[in-house]
Nanobody
Framework: QVQLVDSGGGLVQAGGSLRLSCVVS????????MGWFRQAPGKERDLVAA???????YYADSVKGRFTISRDTAKNTVYLQMNSLKPEDTAVYYC????????????????????WGQGTQVTVSS
């Protein structure tokens, strides 16, 4: 397993932007598909965006066209750029790593991920 440290959350007005970062420890970053989940109060933790070990990506319908996931292998870091934020985006965001031998696989369920960050709060005011 690897260790994940996510950061970059904060308070922003509707229409604003934030970039979340997740630093992954260890030298096997390229062996992991990466995902960003979020959990709002009283709701389940849902997948927001994910990227395979390669360039394949997945986005939840609610964030398509506004959020972008990317990874920097030199820095062992995955990012979530969030633009045009809405109050309904308010949640704790978690990065997660899924070790996989399948280069193009994008895990979509929480149990498929092996390691999790501690979470970072994103609050969007109206």
């Amino acid at each position: 397993q690897v260790q994940l440290v996510d950061s970059g959350g904060g308070l922003v007005q509707a229409g604003g932007s934030l970039r979340l970062s997740c630093v992954v420890s260890g030298r096997t970053f390229s062996s992991y598909a990466m995902g960003w989940f979020r959990q709002a109060p009283g709701k389940e933790r849902d997948l927001v965006a994910a990227q395979s070990r390669g360039i394949n990506t997945y986005y939840a319908d609610s964030v398509k066209g506004r959020f972008t996931i990317s990874r920097d292998t030199a820095k062992n870091t995955v990012y979530l750029q969030m633009n045009s934020l809405k109050p309904e985006d308010t949640a704790v965001y978690y990065c997660a790593a899924a070790k996989t031998s399948a280069y193009y696989l994008i895990p979509r369920l929480g149990f498929e991920y092996d390691s999790w960050g501690q979470g970072t709060q994103v609050t969007v005011s109206s």
